[in-house]
């Protein structure tokens, strides 16, 4: 999958922001306030390497994506932060395995360590080491001013009393170069001069595409149920749009749209979506709005005919789905096909309540759908006749990202079991 479609570096960082700000209403604009403090930091340096500038500003905005899949959002955004390691643990491996940024991951892994802990170590570079404080300093900013409400003279005095042991003096001073009186948020000037930064080196299709898989596998992470999910209903949906003759621009916006149906579930509590049996309505209800979610997230960003591919996935023929109530008049080939391979990617897969479903059960659901008039009964025979020859394929393309998480996982516990008493003591970052 390549997104052809136009998007700029604002658009990403957009989609970047309200995705996180779906996790957690106390990470809401966090991620997106450290890179600003990050830019201001790194202002006088970036005609020297505007791209690299660029791109560590993109590594502030995520810095704490890692915290999807831990539980340890309380931590991170308290004053005084101890015992916040497996937070940078998976956020360094999602920045290493599932982003643009690789070479700068490690800054991830270490943004939470003080200078005491760095300034020896030799198991990352000096850059990265020097980088993981920027991104340090800049996050204990934004927590001092905006969750504990001091004042820019307060954190300055602050960053003065921990430089030398807590922070680098070099990154320090950068830092206490700048002018943070006036909160970033709602001042439209500091907010120009920031995107016209980021924007200066402009973000190839390839880095678009990445940046939007990363959201998507980062949802999908979350559990080891749903972990190909995504590339299984893109795969199905991918097979189908070949074989129903469909020209090579409908097959990637079809790839496209599939790749980015449940982008509104980074919204939805994992208890929810992984809930051991049938839901509740009120929990039903909530588990709907993942469709209004991926909208807002969206935004004008995601081109139309990619962005209805997404978001009518749940809709049926007869008009009975959700979240518009869409009937067969309404819905195109592709949305319909991307509707019919979510089916079938929920169905085949395992989930904590439900085993995979055989071949044959599949078949027969679906066909008892498409009898019902729910899903278009072309495709579903269509469906039905290659479903072998598809689902191999879906076998092959999933087979990667099933060796990934399992990569992950086992770096994981590596990478937390080599952690040494006096290093986890480094992680304890306080001013």
Not at 48 to 60: G, N
Not at 320 to 333: F, K, N
Request: proline share 3%; with cysteine.
């Amino acid at each position: 999958m390549q997104y052809t479609g136009s998007i700029d570096n604002r658009g990403i960082l957009e989609i970047i922001r309200r995705s996180c700000s779906y996790v957690d209403a106390r990470l809401m604009n966090h991620g997106y306030r450290v890179a600003y403090i990050v830019s201001e930091m790194l202002k006088p340096y970036f005609h020297e390497d505007a791209r690299k500038i660029r791109d560590v500003c993109f590594l502030a905005l995520l810095h704490d994506i890692g915290a999807y899949k831990t539980d340890e959002i309380s931590k991170m955004l308290q004053f005084d932060t101890n015992d916040v390691l497996a937070h940078s643990v998976y956020g360094y491996l999602f920045i290493k395995y599932f982003s643009p940024l690789k070479k700068l991951s490690g800054a991830i892994l270490l943004h939470h360590a003080t200078w005491q802990v760095l300034e020896h170590s030799e198991v990352f570079p000096e850059g990265i080491r020097l980088l993981a404080q920027v991104i340090h300093v800049a996050d204990r900013i934004d927590v001092a001013m905006e969750v504990q409400h001091l004042t820019w003279e307060e954190t300055a005095a602050l960053l003065k009393k921990g430089s030398g042991t807590k922070f680098s003096p070099v990154i320090a001073d950068l830092a206490l170069a700048c002018d943070f009186h006036t909160p970033f948020e709602g001042d439209t000037d500091a907010e120009s001069l920031f995107f016209q930064l980021f924007s200066e080196i402009p973000l190839t299709q390839d880095e678009i595409t990445d940046y939007l898989k990363m959201l998507i596998f980062t949802i999908d992470f979350r559990s080891r149920h749903t972990v190909t999910h995504t590339i299984t209903t893109t795969t199905i949906s991918a097979e189908l749009a070949k074989r129903m003759g469909m020209n090579e621009e409908e097959c990637n916006q079809i790839i496209c749209g599939s790749m980015l149906h449940d982008l509104g579930k980074i919204g939805i509590p994992v208890e929810i979506l992984e809930y051991p049996g049938k839901l509740s309505p009120q929990a039903m209800n909530i588990m709907r709005t993942h469709v209004d979610i991926t909208e807002k997230i969206f935004g004008d960003v995601i081109e139309d005919t990619v962005k209805s591919l997404a978001l009518r996935h749940h809709e049926k023929l007869d008009g009975s789905g959700y979240p518009r109530g869409l009937a067969a008049a309404d819905l195109s080939t592709g949305e319909r096909i991307v509707a019919i391979a979510d089916i079938i990617s929920a169905l085949s897969g395992t989930r904590s309540y439900k085993t995979a479903f055989s071949k044959d059960k599949i078949c027969t659901i679906i066909t008892e759908m498409k009898d019902a008039g729910l899903i278009d009964a072309a495709i579903v025979e269509l469906m039905i006749s290659d479903y072998d020859e598809i689902m191999e394929e879906t076998r092959i393309q999933c087979q990667p990202i099933l060796d990934i998480y399992v990569l992950i996982q086992k770096d994981f516990d590596r990478i937390s079991l080599a952690m040494t008493v006096d290093d986890i003591a480094g992680m304890n970052a306080v001013f």
